[in-house]
């Protein structure tokens, strides 16, 4: 089992920026990728960005390219995702996760998530 605690969230203006960080802890604990997901009010959850551990090779939902940055800590376990020129519409609950190994169907640990409010 892993535990992913996040934080980083908080009320920030249009245009502003924030940097999330999840840590993940647990023994024998695996990462192969580790993502940001966010779920919006009344919406579905939605891939953000993900990073590949060993390789850092890092992916982005369209929504955010150029916008979002995804990087790692390899020596804490921990993921971070930079967000600049945020705007309203990326209003959220953010999710930190894990997908252990290329063998695990999906995603398979997920944190608790952290509100991310951006004002007009």
């Known amino acids: 089992q892993a535990q992913l605690v996040e934080s980083g969230g908080g009320l920030v203006q249009a245009g502003g920026s924030l940097r999330l960080s999840c840590t993940a802890s647990?023994?024998?604990?695996?990462?192969?990728?580790m993502g940001w997901f966010r779920q919006a009010p009344g919406k579905e959850r939605e891939f953000v960005a993900s990073?590949?551990?060993?390789?850092?090779?890092?992916y982005y939902a369209p929504s955010v390219k150029g916008r979002f940055t995804v990087s790692r800590d390899n020596a804490e376990n921990t993921v971070y995702l930079q967000m600049n020129s945020l705007n309203p519409e990326d209003t959220a609950v953010y999710y930190c996760?894990?997908?252990?190994?290329?063998?695990?169907?999906?995603?398979?640990?997920w944190g608790q998530g952290t509100q991310v409010t951006v004002s007009s």
């Open positions: 996760a894990v997908r252990s190994s290329l063998t695990s169907i999906n995603y398979n640990y």
């Open positions: 990073i590949r551990w060993s390789t850092t090779t890092t």
């Open positions: 647990g023994r024998s604990l695996s990462i192969y990728s």
